[in-house]
């Protein structure tokens, strides 16, 4: 089974036996379809949805926290003590600004999508309908063919049957012709002529004459 191969034209189908007189098939290359963007839309949709998700999640767990070292930090280092809450402010506006662009991303690609899909469902209604165009004109164009063979057949018959007729009614004259000089040929040849009765000659009948005494 692994030495299979489908477009091989001496090929035996190793699930019918083989018999004598086997026809091996002309192998049909499929048609190729074009697969639906659907899934890969949809998929996007939701990877951008759970980013969008994770982001909030992360997002509304940073909450400010008032250690518990208050006086140490707030006594020795009161320039970071003013600056540590700034850092806070700045961590949920840079989420935010992330989750707005995950947002932003996420209706891009929605937008981005649903084109993609437009522009697929029109090219195929264009294709279906150049399909039933062409389609329509063979058919057409078959229809004139036939009916001009058609006409051209009868045409060609036609002339057939009249030239037959013609050659037979010259046939019919020449023979009525060759029978005619036939008949005058056998009463030349069986005329009688007059015969001439032969001559009659008459001989007198020889004289004597007596001895003188």
Same mark, same amino acid.
């Given at each position: ?97 992330? =989750?707005?662009? $995950? %947002?932003?991303?996420?209706? *891009? @690609?929605? !937008? /981005?999508?649903? #084109? +993609? &899909? ?20 063979? =058919?057409?164009? $078959? %229809?004139?063919?036939?009916? *001009? @063979?058609? !006409? /051209?057949?009868? #045409? +060609? &018959? ?23 000089? $036939?008949?005058?040929?056998?009463? *030349? @040849? ?24």
């Amino acid at each position: 089974m692994a030495n299979y191969d489908p477009n091989d034209p001496n090929r035996k189908d190793p699930v019918d036996p083989p018999y004598a007189d086997q026809v091996n098939q002309t192998y049909v290359e499929p048609v190729e379809r074009r697969a639906s963007p659907l899934p890969l839309i949809i998929g996007i949709l939701l990877a951008l949805a759970i980013a969008y998700f994770v982001v909030q999640y992360f997002t509304n767990s940073n909450s400010v926290t008032t250690g518990t070292e208050p006086a140490a930090v707030t006594t020795t280092t009161p320039a970071e003590t003013s600056s540590a809450p700034a850092a806070t402010t700045t961590a949920p506006e840079a989420a935010a600004d992330a =989750a707005s662009g $995950a %947002a932003d991303a996420a209706s *891009d @690609a929605a !937008n /981005a999508a649903g #084109e +993609a &899909a437009t522009d697929a469902a029109n090219a195929a209604q264009n294709a279906a309908d150049a399909a039933g165009a062409a389609v329509g004109e063979a =058919a057409t164009d $078959a %229809a004139n063919a036939a009916s *001009d @063979a058609a !006409n /051209a057949a009868g #045409e +060609a &018959a036609s002339d057939a049957v009249d030239a037959a007729e013609k050659a037979a009614s010259d046939a019919a004259g020449a023979a009525g012709a060759a029978m005619d000089d $036939a008949e005058k040929a056998v009463e *030349d @040849a069986i005329t009688v002529e007059p015969t001439t009765p032969p001559a009659t000659t008459t001989t007198p009948p020889a004289t004597t004459t007596p001895p003188a005494n």
